[in-house]
């Protein structure tokens, strides 16, 4: 490790130059210089002014009135109040700014510049700087001055692009090239195309700074304004449509005419590369200023078009061919919604074989109802092809609604009730859809090992894999039996132990071939399994194939229990293994590394980035820049070249892919100039999900301030408070800083940024915040509440058009006090174009709910009227409707939804650092908890907004029923019953299993195939049977509902309307709706009879027994009905069936098509709380599922429950939920069962927390159960003792059954069990556990832990090995924190702070340093013993908990008032001498701040009492025995937290003396 180190630093130094090579640098001239340049500059916001116009900021003071001033002070006040108490910043001194500005100087002087030659850097930046001599600059200098000194350094636009395409992280270097370009327009335009045009075109297109290209077009240089562009300006298509949504909806008509965009929109290469929501507002305005002209010239615009509405969609298409929609179809990468608009136009198609070939590509997008139809009526002679469905649909892991999987399943079988050989190979890797009991009934016999290859899929889930496997049948070969990879997890502990006598193929004995295949699966195995095979492997572990292998699949199991030091030997091994991996494999090995621990990405931060001579790191090690950015580059400007080869060109550690794992440490040596970039390169890599810690987020923030401090002094700017600091900031800055690490200096400061401009450029990046930030950072309710209101408010007095303002508000203005009331328009576009899937998991108070809920009415009408696609669009704002809204919403509309809604949904996800809790929270948990400031769950605002997604999960729980229709086995209607007759009584026959529902499809899908080959005759009794089924049902549904059908004549339309209205009113009497459902399951039934009869169908074609079709005949169906239909007096119509004129079959699909909406008129959105559902139900819902309350359950046939156990096991509950899903599963599956199988209990996963709580006896905590132990293990710390008396007394434990108990150990309060050389073996991995023990438990561990404890982590000399010990840190004692340095306390972990005794042991230098997470894991007992420097230190750490902010302050009350009274009474003893003016804060200073001078009395005082001396610091009482330390801090503080008055006398006696 110190060999690689040295060797690094030594060429660092050899690369930067000797003295003889440097050039002159005359630092205060260039100081000067760089101010002249910033005053004499404009500033990068919207109004492009002079820096002059703002600074001195006196200037903005000047231009408020006396009223505003006056406003301004008191925030100002405030913000400053609010600062000091809860936000750590350090203050800064002019000997501090001399440093910065003195290091920065440094950084230029210091380099090499033998070639190009560069004699005086002042002459060169003055004057004379070339494309060469700018590569020669360090990156800082670059950035800090890129859009003041580059004027014609590159004269070619496109060489700009390749400059910014080289650096697609460094997001402020963007925004100054962007500057530079508008600002140098003339110089960049040669009169033939525009410069910034060839500039944007050049810019290579990324996700990830997408945003920031759009905000540069449309609010910097503003091209969609006529006014701004230049003489002659126009820019391509290829740029336009990199414009935003307000961007694109400010184009005005003669804008649109002048550029010619109706010829540029016909560029369907370059659009067609858009969202549908990015493409949305250009069918706006395409719509509003050509009209007519898109459908007559659709195919020109059809990529437009397709964004549409679907009303407008369908009407713009309305004369389109079918050829063409199957063409579209074919080409485009529609939303499902779209695909199942067009699908209905083109499925009536001749052309089968283009539509089956359609098909295949994009049937999985279709609707339930359409996937029925086409197998109906047009699948069957596609049959043979049925396995490249499989391939498509289901061969790998891929989304498909389970409903989907589940109907084309039930359809590949011939009889679902006995399922076959020949249907297993029908079904291939269908079988995925097979339920639990589907799979237990099939024949053993039929799954030989052939069979399985053919059926197994990623999609299967373990439990499924499980039977199978269990079930197959056992075929050896030379002694050992084949098992195929997906099926390794369920393969017996001993199996991978190698302990077993059974032999597997490639797993015992282990092969390559064998830990290669295992590593692929290794995401399933559970945590025995893991450590078993991770045992296994250990001395195979750093073979490059191998760790290419994890670093693939699924890294962070594998590396969990390597200690940071291996880590760091194994540097180089690892960036080989990442070359050996291949650049294909680059992007996943790039999310990979995010999981694995933060402490090794912190290793390997500390290993592969060096450290210059003057303390900073190498921030193009740090970053990875290619080699054509640093210093001496060739002038060959060439894009940036993939990691793979920058790693083999510059014999680079890729330390860019460990970027979140930054330590305090490592950030406080990064250049202050280079900060910007380093956060900006932060955020590019984790992308949009990932958090940045708060300990890392507390420590950038003070970078940062750093930075702007090093801005203020160059540009000779006087600072006096935190706002105007932040008044530096540039657009560049902000935009790069991004919203979260913004978030953290809180709305009081935010809102108080001296310069407008700025305060308006930060609110606009806050409001881009997806709303799951603000639960992690400093952002309160009030506080975004407050942001919100003064961003909402500027952009009012801005005179900012409506589609501006929700632009800018975006994530904001869900929280606007006011009331608003925008053109529909707007709100349409608002919720299409603006919000994305994560802004629209809202989470706000139910008064701002309510106000949302009308915007969006107003938007999009009222809910009876939305198609499917506006419930798509709209997602997870679902949340704000009410009840009555969701259940007026059109049942087709949620069917056709549902799917995407679900899957889509970000409410079911999970967030880590929610404050006050060690685990990821789910969303939904996490937001109640912000609404109440962390005060539990129970609070009113949390409570309404968890029953508001309650209803929502409920509603799609409903839909999910719907969308199941087809597919339940044992739906709503009534069971079908044969009624005998037993002299007086009627009793209930026992009846075979029969599925009336798809019997009836059956039976009609005969009578459609053979009707054109039937006789007249026979074809007239067809219509005839069809005719009177719908006739007896619509007259006995009529009755049943309460019309009279003599008195009031109904149109079948109308009948099938009526039904479905009165079904969809909750009110309705149970008898009336189980009435109707006996009616549409009697019509079933009658079909049946009568068809199979006319047809002659045998009992084989219909793949049932002749027992059932002898029950079905025997039914008696209609006998009220028949009977009323024979006394009502119609106008008589003799049918002779001989003579009737023969229907069509179009005809007859349309007859049966009207009876089945009316049989199935009971497929509509139902009362959650009435439905029965189904496994299939829940599979459909998602997330959602976890609404599930215990009548649900409770009303769940057990079989269906059953079949869903594993699923259940698999999702994340909040805390509320997972006591009643358990409490309500136990009670419907386990409750006459006295011990769950181990097998079962792996399959209860998630609900095992709940489970051991509430019954532990339930659980096998037997040693044979150790797989189902650890699983158990990995979720909750409880069941230990239960584990250890089913043990042998005097056995210690072993390193398997370590692993496998997981946080179980934390547990432990016995040494008797634990070997301390395997329990030092283990650190790492037990630092890892998150623990919370007791303090005689944590004093056992470390006396046991303390001979193999890193003293690089006890002294805070490394911080990847304090980050090792994890909560380890918690249980030291007290003498050995006095040992590390106050700015290594940000590596505590929270756990480690949740496990100390008292928070006295620290100091209140070390307190400060303590993260917002760490911090707000601190309980009460904890603070007792604090001094009151102390308690306002951890007020501070912890200012972004309004909870423990608010008992801390309460503390600090109490300190104030105490000591204002012994003031006031020493002050009357003195004589009340006016001179004395002791405030608060003297009496801190005093007991407490070191740099209080001791006193020297004139007169002879009482001398304090002694304090036992103290042990020598190199010999700390480390004892596990020892007692907290009920001392002050160890910077100075003498007292005790409760000093008798006669101490404090004394001490103010001295003060006294002094004054």
Same mark, same amino acid.
């Given at each position: 490790?110190?060999?690689?180190?040295?060797?690094?630093?030594?060429?660092?130094?050899?690369?930067?130059?000797?003295?003889?090579?440097?050039?002159?640098?005359?630092?205060?001239?260039?100081?000067?210089?760089?101010?002249?340049?910033?005053?004499?500059?404009?500033?990068?916001?919207?109004?492009?002014?002079?820096?002059?116009?703002?600074?001195?900021?006196?200037?903005?003071?000047?231009?408020?009135?006396?009223?505003?001033?006056?406003?301004?002070?008191?925030?100002?006040?405030?913000?400053?109040?609010?600062?000091?108490?809860?936000?750590?910043?350090?203050?800064?001194?002019?000997?501090?700014?001399?440093?910065?500005?003195?290091?920065?100087?440094?950084?230029?002087?210091?380099?090499?510049?033998?070639?190009?030659?560069?004699?005086?850097?002042?002459?060169?930046?003055?004057?004379?700087?070339?494309?060469?001599?700018?590569?020669?600059?360090?990156?800082?200098?670059?950035?800090?001055?890129?859009?003041?000194?580059?004027?014609?350094?590159?004269?070619?636009?496109?060489?700009?692009?390749?400059?910014?395409?080289?650096?697609?992280?460094?997001?402020?270097?963007?925004?100054?090239?962007?500057?530079?370009?508008?600002?140098?327009?003339?110089?960049?335009?040669?009169?033939?195309?525009?410069?910034?045009?060839?500039?944007?075109?050049?810019?290579?297109?990324?996700?990830?700074?997408?945003?920031?290209?759009?905000?540069?077009?449309?609010?910097?240089?503003?091209?969609?304004?006529?006014?701004?562009?230049?003489?002659?300006?126009?820019?391509?298509?290829?740029?336009?449509?990199?414009?935003?949504?307000?961007?694109?909806?400010?184009?005005t008509k003669a804008y649109f005419d002048n550029h010619g965009l109706a010829e540029k929109l016909k560029r369907g290469s370059v659009l067609s590369q858009l969202s549908e929501a990015r493409l949305y507002p250009w069918f706006v305005i395409s719509n509003r200023y050509m009209g007519e002209k898109l459908k007559t010239d659709f195919l020109n615009y059809r990529h437009i078009v397709?964004?549409?509405?679907?009303?407008?969609?369908?009407?713009?298409?309305?004369?389109?061919?079918?050829?063409?929609?199957?063409?579209?179809?074919?080409?485009?990468?529609?939303?499902?919604?779209?695909?199942?608009?067009?699908?209905?136009?083109?499925?009536?198609?001749?052309?089968?074989?283009?539509?089956?070939?359609?098909?295949?590509?994009?049937?999985?997008?279709?609707?339930?109802?359409?996937?029925?139809?086409?197998?109906?009526?047009?699948?069957?002679?596609?049959y043979s092809s049925r396995h490249e469905l499989e391939a498509m649909w289901v061969a790998d892991d891929s989304y498909l609604p389970w409903s989907h999987v589940k109907f084309v399943a039930d359809h590949h079988i011939n009889n679902p009730g006995v399922i076959g050989q020949t249907d297993l190979i029908n079904l291939g890797k269908f079988v995925a859809a097979l339920s639990p009991s589907e799979l237990e009934a099939i024949d053993d016999s039929y799954l030989t090992f052939d069979t399985v290859r053919l059926i197994v899929s990623p999609k299967m889930s373990l439990r499924q894999l499980c039977i199978i496997h269990e079930k197959m049948l056992i075929e050896e070969i030379n002694g050992e039996r084949e098992v195929l990879e997906d099926m390794y997890p369920c393969l017996d502990l001993k199996i991978f132990g190698q302990t077993s006598h059974v032999r597997?193929?490639?797993?015992?004995?282990?092969?390559?071939?064998?830990?290669?295949?295992?590593?692929?699966?290794?995401?399933?195995?559970?945590?025995?399994?893991?450590?078993?095979?991770?045992?296994?492997?250990?001395?195979?572990?750093?073979?490059?194939?191998?760790?290419?292998?994890?670093?693939?699949?699924?890294?962070?199991?594998?590396?969990?229990?390597?200690?940071?030091?291996?880590f760091k030997s194994k540097i180089v091994d690892l960036r080989d293994a990442i070359i050996r991996a291949g650049i294909e494999n680059l992007p996943a090995i790039i999310e990979n590394v995010k999981s694995m621990p933060k402490r090794l990405l912190t290793a390997w931060l500390e290993a592969a980035v060096p450290v210059f001579e003057t303390g900073k790191l190498d921030v193009n090690v740090l970053l990875d820049?290619?080699?054509?950015?640093?210093?001496?580059?060739?002038?060959?400007?060439?894009?940036?070249?993939?990691?793979?080869?920058?790693?083999?060109?510059?014999?680079?550690?890729?330390?860019?892919?460990?970027?979140?794992?930054?330590?305090?440490?490592?950030?406080?040596?990064?250049?202050?100039?280079?900060?910007?970039?380093?956060?900006?390169?932060?955020?590019?890599?984790?992308?949009?999900?990932?958090?940045?810690?708060?300990?890392?987020?507390?420590?950038?923030?003070?970078?940062?301030?750093?930075?702007?401090?090093?801005?203020?002094?160059?540009?000779?700017?006087?600072?006096?408070?935190?706002?105007?600091?932040?008044?530096?900031?540039?657009?560049?800055?902000?935009?790069?800083?991004?919203?979260?690490?913004?978030?953290?200096?809180?709305?009081?400061?935010?809102?108080?940024?001296?310069?407008?401009?700025?305060?308006?450029?930060?609110?606009?990046?806050?409001?881009?915040?997806?709303?799951h930030l603000y639960f992690h950072t400093g952002a309160t309710l009030q506080g975004i509440t407050e942001m919100a209101n003064h961003l909402f408010t500027l952009l009012k007095d801005a005179k900012k058009s409506e589609v501006d303002i929700v632009v800018g508000?975006?994530?904001?203005?869900?929280?606007?006090?006011?009331?608003?009331?925008?053109?529909?328009?707007?709100?349409?576009?608002?919720?299409?174009?603006?919000?994305?899937?994560?802004?629209?998991?809202?989470?706000?108070?139910?008064?701002?709910?309510?106000?949302?809920?009308?915007?969006?009415?107003?938007?999009?009408?009222?809910?009876?009227?939305?198609?499917?696609?506006?419930?798509?669009?709209l997602g997870d704002l679902l949340l704000t409707m009410t009840k009555d809204d969701l259940m007026k919403i059109p049942s087709t509309s949620v069917r056709k939804a549902?799917?995407?809604?679900?899957?889509?949904?970000?409410?079911?996800?999970?967030?880590?650092?929610?404050?006050?809790?060690?685990?990821?929270?789910?969303?939904?948990?996490?937001?109640?908890?912000?609404?109440?400031?962390?005060?539990?769950?129970?609070?009113?605002?949390g409570i309404d907004y968890l029953k508001a997604w309650q209803l929502l999960a409920r509603w799609h729980l409903s839909g999910a029923h719907l969308l199941n229709t087809r597919n339940n086995l044992r739906n709503s209607q009534a069971t079908p019953r044969r009624i005998v007759k037993r002299q007086t009584e009627l009793t209930i026959e026992e009846v075979p299993d029969i599925d009336y529902r798809i019997l009836h499809s059956k039976v009609m899908n005969f009578l459609q195939d053979r009707y054109s080959t039937l006789s007249t005759e026979e074809a007239a009794k067809a219509v005839f049977i069809i005719s009177q089924t719908q006739e007896l049902l619509g007259n006995g549904s009529l009755v049943a509902m309460g019309y009279d059908p003599e008195k009031e004549k109904f149109t079948q339309v109308e009948v099938l309307e009526l039904i479905k209205q009165y079904r969809s009113d909750e009110t309705k009497p149970q008898d009336v709706e189980d009435k109707l459902n006996q009616l549409a399951l009697d019509s079933q039934v009658r079909l049946i009879q009568k068809l199979v009869n006319l047809l002659n169908l045998s009992p084989a074609e219909l793949g049932i027994s002749s027992e059932s079709i002898d029950h079905v005949n025997s039914l008696s169906t209609f006998a009220e009905e028949e009977e009323f239909v024979a006394t009502v007096k119609y106008e008589e119509v003799d049918i002779d069936v001989t003579k009737a004129e023969p229907v069509s079959n179009e005809d007859l699909a349309k007859e049966i098509s009207v009876l089945e909406q009316e049989i199935f008129a009971a497929s509509i959105l139902k009362n959650p709380d009435t439905i029965l559902l189904t496994c299939n139900d829940l599979l459909s819902a998602g997330m959602s599922t976890t609404a599930l309350t215990a009548g649900d359950i409770d009303r769940m046939p057990v079989k269906e429950l059953k079949n869903c156990m594993e699923y259940l096991g698999t999702l994340r509950y909040g805390a509320r939920q997972l006591p009643i899903i358990w409490k309500a599963v136990h009670k419907k599956l386990f409750k006459d069962v006295e011990k769950v199988t181990p097998r079962d209990m792996i399959y209860l996963g998630n609900l095992l927390p709940a489970a051991v709580k509430e019954n532990a006896k339930f659980l096998d905590f037997g040693k044979p159960a150790l797989e189902a132990i650890s699983v158990l293990g990995s979720k909750s710390d409880l069941g230990v003792e239960e584990y250890l008396a089913t043990r042998t007394l005097s056995s210690q434990l072993s390193m398997k059954e370590i692993y496998a108990l997981g946080r179980?150990?934390?547990?432990?309060?016995?040494?008797?069990?634990?070997?301390?050389?395997?329990?030092?073996?283990?650190?790492?991995?037990?630092?890892?556990?998150?623990?919370?023990?007791?303090?005689?438990?944590?004093?056992?561990?470390?006396?046991?832990?303390?001979?193999?404890?890193?003293?690089?982590?006890?002294?805070?000399?490394?911080? @990847? #090995?304090?980050? *090792?010990?994890?909560? +380890?840190?918690?249980? %030291?004692? &007290?003498? $050995?924190? /006095?040992?590390?340095?106050?700015?290594?306390?940000?590596?505590?972990?929270?756990?480690?702070?949740?496990?100390?005794?008292?928070?006295?042991?620290?100091?209140?230098?070390?307190?400060?340093?303590?993260?917002?997470?760490?911090?707000s894991m601190v309980e009460t007992p904890q603070i007792k013993a604090?001094?009151?420097?102390?308690?306002?230190?951890?007020? @501070? #750490?912890?200012? *972004?908990?309004?909870? +423990?902010?608010?008992? %801390?302050? &309460?503390? $600090?009350? /109490?300190?104030?008032?105490?000591l204002a009274a012994i003031v006031k009474a020493e002050t009357e003893e003195l004589g009340g001498n006016e001179d004395l003016d002791l405030q608060p804060d003297d009496m801190d200073a005093i007991v407490d701040d070191p740099t209080t001078p001791e006193p020297e009395p004139e007169t002879p005082t009482p001398e304090p009492e002694a304090e036992p001396e103290s042990e020598p610091e190199s010999e700390p009482d480390d004892s596990p025995n020892s007692q907290p330390s009920t001392k002050g801090d160890d910077d100075g503080a003498a007292f005790a937290i409760l000093p008798s008055v006669w101490l404090l006398f004394i001490s103010f006696s001295f003060y006294y003396v002094i004054l």
């Open positions: 490790e110190m060999g690689l180190l040295t060797y690094m630093a030594l060429v660092a130094v050899l690369v930067r130059g000797s003295t003889s090579d440097l050039a002159k640098l005359d630092a205060p001239v260039m100081k000067d210089f760089i101010k002249y340049l910033f005053n004499t500059g404009r500033n990068d916001f919207s109004s492009g002014q002079l820096n002059s116009e703002f600074f001195p900021l006196e200037k903005v003071l000047e231009d408020m009135t006396a009223d505003e001033k006056s406003a301004y002070s008191d925030k100002l006040s405030m913000a400053q109040d609010f600062n000091a108490k809860y936000r750590v910043l350090d203050n800064f001194t002019a000997e501090d700014r001399d440093e910065l500005v003195d290091e920065f100087m440094h950084a230029l002087q210091s380099q090499d510049v033998r070639s190009p030659a560069v004699s005086d850097w002042n002459e060169i930046l003055d004057r004379d700087l070339t494309r060469s001599v700018l590569f020669l600059l360090p990156p800082g200098w670059r950035y800090l001055l890129a859009d003041r000194v580059f004027k014609k350094t590159i004269d070619d636009p496109v060489k700009w692009a390749i400059l910014v395409n080289l650096q697609p992280s460094n997001v402020g270097f963007l925004y100054k090239t962007a500057q530079h370009l508008r600002l140098e327009h003339d110089y960049f335009n040669d009169g033939q195309e525009s410069g910034e045009d060839l500039f944007m075109r050049s810019v290579s297109w990324n996700k990830l700074v997408e945003p920031y290209i759009g905000h540069i077009l449309s609010q910097r240089w503003k091209i969609q304004i006529e006014s701004s562009l230049k003489t002659n300006e126009d820019f391509s298509i290829a740029t336009l449509v990199r414009l935003p949504a307000c961007g694109v909806s400010s184009i397709l964004s549409a509405p679907l009303d407008a969609m369908n009407n713009i298409m309305a004369d389109t061919t079918t050829e063409q929609k199957m063409e579209i179809l074919n080409s485009f990468n529609l939303n499902p919604i779209k695909v199942q608009e067009l699908w209905s136009q083109v499925v009536d198609s001749d052309d089968d074989e283009s539509l089956a070939k359609l098909f295949f590509k994009v049937g999985h997008k279709l609707d339930i109802d359409q996937l029925a139809a086409f197998y109906k009526h047009k699948f069957t002679h596609l597997v193929k490639n797993v015992n004995p282990l092969t390559d071939e064998g830990i290669k295949q295992l590593i692929k699966v290794s995401k399933r195995l559970n945590p025995a399994q893991m450590a078993v095979f991770r045992e296994q492997i250990s001395d195979k572990l750093w073979d490059i194939d191998v760790m290419s292998d994890i670093l693939i699949h699924n890294p962070a199991p594998f590396f969990a229990n390597v200690g940071t030091k291996e820049r290619p080699a054509s950015l640093r210093a001496h580059s060739t002038d060959d400007s060439n894009v940036e070249i993939d990691l793979i080869s920058h790693a083999e060109n510059l014999d680079a550690m890729l330390p860019s892919l460990a970027l979140s794992g930054l330590s305090c440490d490592m950030i406080d040596k990064i250049p202050a100039e280079e900060i910007i970039e380093v956060i900006s390169t932060i955020r590019y890599r984790n992308g949009e999900d990932d958090l940045i810690p708060s300990n890392t987020r507390k420590c950038l923030v003070n970078s940062v301030r750093q930075y702007l401090e090093l801005k203020a002094a160059l540009y000779d700017v006087d600072i006096s408070n935190e706002m105007e600091l932040l008044s530096l900031l540039t657009t560049a800055d902000i935009r790069a800083i991004g919203p979260e690490i913004l978030l953290t200096w809180g709305s009081q400061t935010l809102t108080t940024i001296t310069h407008p401009e700025v305060r308006m450029e930060v609110l606009l990046t806050i409001a881009t915040a997806y709303p508000m975006k994530n904001l203005l869900p929280f606007v006090s006011a009331e608003f009331d925008f053109d529909p328009s707007t709100v349409q576009l608002y919720v299409k174009s603006i919000l994305d899937l994560k802004s629209k998991a809202v989470c706000m108070p139910s008064s701002h709910r309510e106000k949302y809920r009308r915007m969006i009415i107003s938007g999009f009408d009222s809910s009876d009227t939305w198609d499917s696609l506006d419930l798509v669009d549902l799917p995407q809604l679900v899957s889509g949904s970000v409410y079911g996800s999970t967030l880590p650092e929610i404050r006050g809790f060690l685990e990821p929270q789910i969303y939904t948990d996490a937001c109640a908890l912000w609404l109440n400031d962390g005060y539990g769950l129970e609070r009113s605002e179980m150990v934390c547990g432990i309060t016995t040494e008797d069990v634990l070997e301390k050389q395997l329990l030092i073996k283990l650190l790492p991995y037990i630092g890892t556990l998150e623990c919370r023990v007791k303090p005689e438990v944590g004093s056992l561990l470390y006396s046991m832990l303390k001979p193999g404890l890193d003293d690089q982590a006890l002294t805070g000399k490394s911080a @990847s #090995a304090m980050d *090792e010990m994890g909560w +380890l840190m918690g249980i %030291l004692p &007290a003498k $050995v924190y /006095q040992k590390i340095p106050a700015p290594q306390l940000s590596q505590f972990r929270p756990s480690a702070v949740m496990n100390m005794r008292t928070m006295n042991d620290l100091s209140a230098k070390q307190l400060l340093r303590l993260s917002p997470q760490a911090a604090l001094n009151l420097s102390k308690v306002r230190a951890l007020r @501070s #750490a912890a200012g *972004e908990d309004p909870k +423990l902010r608010q008992s %801390l302050n &309460a503390i $600090v009350t /109490q300190f104030e008032r105490k």
